[in-house]
């Protein structure tokens, strides 16, 4: 069965800083790849996701993620962070859409002003 | 507008009193799914459908019940709540759960069993 490591569980930055969230998968084949986010007190929403294609995919709100098969990550990147951006964060991950979708325990990123 | 209505958006309750939280998607949507969200443990999957009358256990199951009569209905049922499920219950939805499609979410439901 598919699983999904977020490395850091809460990561605090700067307002303006560069972030990196990372995720890892366990080995697949061919895997479907997901960022969501988590504002406070509301659901989930998509931020970006893989399928197939470029490695490099471009989200909402300034993030974006690479695709690496051979480290099998999924790492979420952001070049300057807003205060908005304090959330938390979950990668997920499906085998191809042959499986649900597999969330990790998810990082809490907090920008400090 | 397109979403997806979680009812209630809180519900204390007490040990033994079923409960069912509600669960509607106005988008058509085949698959919709139920997960809970604990501290340090993420989103985890109670209940998955692919569409009507076709329901999978997802990774916790163990003490809730759920029902697709209609598409755009996918109730959640405890019938013995315990404290152990006091959490944070969101549904989801999608045009199809298996082809990378994109989840769209309620706005939780926090659920205390006293």
């Known amino acids: 069965a598919q699983s999904v490591t977020q490395l850091d569980s809460q990561v605090p930055v700067f307002e303006e800083a560069p972030v990196e969230l990372r995720c890892n998968y366990s080995?697949?084949?061919?895997?479907?790849l997901f960022w969501y986010v988590q504002y406070p007190n509301q659901g989930l929403q998509l931020l970006l996701k893989y399928l197939s294609g470029s490695t490099l995919v471009k989200g909402i709100n300034g993030f974006e993620a690479e695709f690496n098969k051979s480290q099998t990550s999924f790492h979420l990147r952001k070049p300057s962070v807003h205060i908005s951006d304090t959330a938390e964060y979950f990668c997920a991950v499906s085998d191809s859409g042959n499986t649900p979708l597999v969330f990790g325990k998810g990082t809490r990123l907090s920008v400090i002003a | 507008e397109a979403q997806v209505t979680q009812n209630p958006r809180y519900l204390i309750t007490v040990t033994g009193k079923k409960l069912t939280v509600t669960c509607s998607q106005n988008?058509?949507?085949?698959?919709m799914s139920w997960y809970r969200q604990d501290p340090g443990l993420g989103l985890r999957q109670i209940y998955y459908?692919?569409?009507?009358?076709?329901?999978d256990k997802g990774d916790v199951p163990e003490g809730y019940k759920v029902s697709r009569k209609e598409k755009r209905n996918f109730p959640l049922i405890l019938e013995s709540p315990s404290p152990n499920q006091t959490s944070l219950y969101f549904c989801?939805?999608?045009?199809?759960?298996?082809?990378?499609?994109?989840?769209?979410f309620g706005s939780g439901t926090q659920l205390s069993v006293l």
């Open positions: 080995s697949s084949v061919s895997v479907y």
């Open positions: 459908s692919m569409n009507v009358e076709v329901t």
């Open positions: 988008m058509n949507h085949e698959y």
């Open positions: 989801a939805s999608s045009l199809s759960g298996l082809s990378g499609g994109k989840l769209f």
